[in-house]
């Protein structure tokens, strides 16, 4: 295997003495591909993926190590499609892991999601998994949903799920997309709920300044985003521009929308917030 979760498989495969017969098969599925045998690679990774459910069962780690063993290999055989499978089930299933989990969801598979999912992004070649994987809506939306309820709770293990909503979003509907900038600003919630002021201000200019040229300064999208920026300032130690910025999307809101609406109300909230914390 080339990629890094083979060295994490192969660890958890040695420490198992019971997994001595799934290992050589794993081992057998590398060399298979190691010598372009890509055919013969994915029928003997199908078939260590039927000895790991037996032997581990759906959820555990390896499984979902092998499982993406699968995946990888199918993707590389140019079967997008079933690669694209492969891989939902393997997240379908760390998503149930974390959801049976809450309120404190479950960290090592949150962790294995986004590696997962960086591991993806980052080769060229395996692109096509993560396209398939966003073309059936309801796969991205189950990460950003169980996001929610672990931003009071686990806030870390938020930021992993939208993490890797985000890289989906930028690589499958580009950086302007109104759901790109939906996971943006999601996962400045869980960057200011971490207290990583740094990362959520960087983040939150670029969801507002994106919101700004797609939609202009009076839109809801944009005062939302500006009001997230805002906070990200103010709470970052930059409080002087934090409060003009509240006070400039305060403005606008009223000019747009009316003293009456609910983003002019939330608007004000903030600002007085920030006055008062000041």
Known sequence: MTLDYGAALRELLEADATAAPLLATCDRAVREAGRREIDTAVEVAMGAQA??????????PITCLVQF???????????????????????STLVSVITSALPEGDEGAAHLL????????????LLPVLAGFDHDEANLKSLSDLATPL???QPDQARLL??????TRRLTKGGDHDDTLLAAHKLCAALMSLEDYPAAEALARDTFERRVRRHGP??????RAGGAFAVALFKGGHRREGLALQHQIYQASRAAHGEE???????????LEMQSSA
Do not use: Y
């Open 261 to 271: 609406h609910q983003q002019t109300r939330t608007a004000l909230s903030n600002l």
């Open 69 to 91: 063993l699968c995946c990888e290999l199918l993707a590389r055989a140019n079967d997008a499609d079933h690669a694209a499978q492969q891989f939902t089930r393997v997240a």
């Open 162 to 167: 939208m993490q890797a909503v985000l890289t």
């Open 151 to 153: 931003l009071a709770s």
């Open 51 to 60: 000895q790991s459910r037996e032997l581990f069962g759906d959820a555990h």
């Open 218 to 223: 009076g839109h809801a999208l944009a005062q």
């Open 114 to 125: 986004d590696d997962l999912f960086a591991i993806l992004a980052a080769d060229p070649k």
